[in-house]
């Protein structure tokens, strides 16, 4: 028989005053159950405050490809292509009203005044145009033929609702916004618009749609921030980058939640650009912070 040591190694102590079978089941299984309690809160206190960060099927977010950027786009808003290309990429910063041309191997980056200084959060292309979103809702354009002569751009009359808007996403003929912040949206959901062009001078009304809150997936207890917007057309999902929540989300072509993944913030420092190219690769731009420049990290799509 074991004595009273070795059953405790054993993870129960027997009573061993008492020969009562009962007495002593008991006494088992209550010793078992602190033994598993135990083996619980140890492994909570291993992990402490670490965090799981996930990866989409096609892409793996913990192995970019980065492109560290100066410091002229140390606060680097957003990113796009231009139709055909894969060896540059097209970027904005937040304050300058200046677009940048990337080389995304070597080679040196050109810039082009588009418009006064203001806050600029995000640029789609839509055929020959280049578009423009500012942080109030606020929509401008001008030719994608870019050169170092002045850039001849122009406002659109036609604004979004009051709110704060860092995404916009141009697909064929039709354009799509999220708000960040708009008055009278709950936190569990987020607010956007669809519009199209008329012709060349105004746009349709702006249809609202919502992002809703997914009980089989995370949400941030404060409400969804959305910091970037882009379409993967090769499966028709559409990708959602938030810097505020730290947050991807994927959504189907009709906005339900699909997945939802936690950014690594030593990776993502504060991601507020994201386009794919034509071979649906996944690029998503960060702002600099205290230590660190912005940067552009490239995803490969895993076939």
């Not at 088992?28 to 996930?54: A, E, H, M, P, R």
């Not at 406002?155 to 709110?163: I, R, T, V």
């Not at 062009?197 to 969804?224: C, M, Q, V, Y």
Request: aromatic content about 12%.
């Amino acid at each position: 028989m074991l004595n009273q040591s070795e059953n405790f190694a054993a993870g129960m102590i027997v009573d061993e005053t008492t020969s009562d079978p009962k007495r002593q089941s008991c006494v088992i299984n209550n010793c078992v159950k602190y033994t598993l309690l135990w083996c619980f809160v140890t492994l909570l206190l291993s992990c402490g405050d670490k965090q799981f960060y996930g990866s989409p099927v096609e892409y793996d977010l913990s192995n970019p490809e980065k492109k560290i950027l100066s410091d002229n786009l140390f606060e680097i808003s957003d990113i796009t292509f231009l139709p055909n290309t894969l060896d540059s990429i097209l970027a904005i910063n937040d304050e300058d009203g200046k677009i940048f041309l990337l080389p995304l191997k070597k080679g040196k980056a050109s810039s082009f005044k588009f418009s006064r200084d203001g806050d600029y959060e995000d640029i789609t292309v839509h055929k020959q145009s280049i578009f423009v979103l500012e942080s109030k809702g606020k929509i401008s354009s001008f030719a994608k033929r870019l050169s170092k002569e002045k850039i001849i751009g122009r406002k659109w009359e036609q604004e979004l609702p009051e709110g704060e808007y860092e995404s916009i996403f141009a697909t064929q003929n039709t354009f799509y916004v999220l708000c960040k912040t708009c008055k009278n949206v709950g936190r569990d959901s987020v607010l956007g618009f669809v519009f199209s062009l008329i012709n060349d001078t105004t746009f349709t009304s702006f249809e609202p749609f919502a992002i809703r809150r997914d009980i089989n997936h995370f949400w941030p207890k404060n409400g969804l921030m959305p910091s970037a917007l882009a379409k993967n057309i090769l499966n028709d999902e559409w990708f959602i980058v938030s810097a505020t929540n730290k947050l991807l989300v994927i959504t189907d072509n009709k906005w339900k939640i699909k997945n939802v993944y936690r950014l690594d913030p030593a990776i993502f420092q504060h991601p507020e650009g994201m386009a794919f190219d034509e071979l649906s690769n996944l690029y998503i731009s960060n702002e600099g912070d205290e230590t660190r420049n912005g940067n552009i990290l490239k995803f490969e799509r895993v076939p």
